[in-house]
């Protein structure tokens, strides 16, 4: 009798938690980017009440900051299984090999970069993040004073995204509008001849793999002949 109860009840969901609201906020913002991701569809998600959702996270600010901390931790563990010998002039290829596969979990969530730029409160797991970077770098014989400018200079693509050279921010191609054509010769010239066509490799505008991994090898390239210098 009790069984049938049961069955007919359908299966019993997992109570409430801060790491399964994190998980579902993740899941909705994977879907239909962060536009989607409010409290109640959440709530709706996890087959909640959204006032029960407020015991685990007090507003969608709190959301966003765990969310951040999630998709952190998730790239410090991809990242620390790598191993690649750091020491002397391979840091280069420890810190790029590092920071394409922190990419590779950001293009899982695109969204995150997003939430990255907005957090007033840097997440702990970032700070975990470039504290091993800079380990990196420091196996390869980077004074703390040349790792700081380093780090100033890689900004974001240190987390494997760039800052967005244009934001169209409708979706558009970045055309140049048409009454603006004939003064901007050089930006028309360019727009007609640049491409971005690889979707899956791109987490921005103007923020595909191949524009991001010529920035970094610039930076790198460039850190890289200082630290000689500065060792010699």
Same mark, same amino acid.
């Given at each position: 009798?009790?069984?049938?109860?049961?069955?007919?009840?359908?299966?019993?969901?997992?109570?409430?938690?801060?790491?399964?609201?994190?998980?579902?906020?993740? %899941? !909705? @913002? +994977?879907?239909?980017?962060?536009?989607?991701?409010?409290?109640?569809?959440?709530? *709706? &998600?996890?087959? #909640?009440? /959204?006032?029960?959702?407020?015991?685990?996270?007090?507003?969608?600010?709190?959301?966003?900051? %765990? !969310? @951040? +901390?999630?998709?952190?931790?998730?790239?410090?563990?991809?990242?620390?299984?790598? *191993? &690649?010998?750091? #020491?002397? /002039?391979?840091?280069?290829?420890?810190?790029?090999?590092?920071?394409?596969?922190?990419?590779?979990?950001?293009?899982?969530?695109?969204?995150?970069?997003?939430?990255?730029?907005?957090?007033?409160?840097?997440?702990?797991?970032?700070?975990?993040?470039?504290?091993?970077?800079?380990?990196?770098?420091?196996?390869?014989?980077?004074?703390?004073?040349?790792?700081?400018?380093?780090?100033?200079?890689?900004?974001?693509?240190?987390?494997?995204?760039?800052?967005?050279?244009?934001?169209?921010?409708?979706?558009?191609?970045?055309?140049?509008?048409?009454?603006?054509?004939?003064?901007?010769?050089?930006?028309?010239?360019?727009?007609?001849?640049?491409?971005?066509?690889?979707?899956?490799?791109?987490?921005?505008?103007?923020?595909?793999?191949?524009?991001?991994?010529?920035?970094?090898?610039?930076?790198?390239?460039?850190?890289?002949?200082?630290?000689?210098?500065?060792?010699?």
């Amino acid at each position: 009798m009790h069984v049938a109860a049961d069955a007919e009840a359908g299966p019993v969901r997992a109570p409430l938690s801060r790491d399964r609201v994190l998980r579902a906020a993740i %899941g !909705i @913002a +994977d879907d239909g980017g962060l536009a989607g991701l409010t409290m109640r569809r959440l709530a *709706e &998600v996890l087959g #909640a009440e /959204a006032m029960s959702l407020y015991y685990h996270v007090a507003n969608k600010d709190e959301v966003l900051d %765990g !969310i @951040a +901390d999630v998709v952190a931790r998730e790239i410090n563990e991809v990242v620390d299984a790598l *191993e &690649v010998p750091s #020491a002397g /002039a391979q840091w280069k290829n420890a810190v790029r090999r590092r920071i394409l596969a922190a990419r590779q979990v950001l293009l899982r969530h695109p969204w995150a970069p997003a939430v990255f730029e907005t957090r007033t409160a840097m997440s702990p797991e970032i700070l975990v993040y470039h504290d091993r970077l800079l380990g990196l770098m420091r196996d390869g014989g980077f004074s703390y004073d040349l790792a700081h400018h380093a780090l100033h200079a890689l900004g974001s693509r240190a987390l494997g995204f760039s800052p967005e050279l244009f934001d169209p921010g409708d979706g558009s191609t970045g055309d140049v509008p048409a009454e603006f054509a004939d003064r901007l010769p050089h930006l028309v010239g360019m727009l007609s001849e640049i491409a971005h066509d690889d979707p899956g490799s791109t987490l921005g505008w103007c923020d595909d793999q191949t524009e991001f991994e010529f920035g970094l090898d610039l930076l790198l390239d460039g850190l890289d002949r200082l630290r000689e210098r500065s060792s010699s």
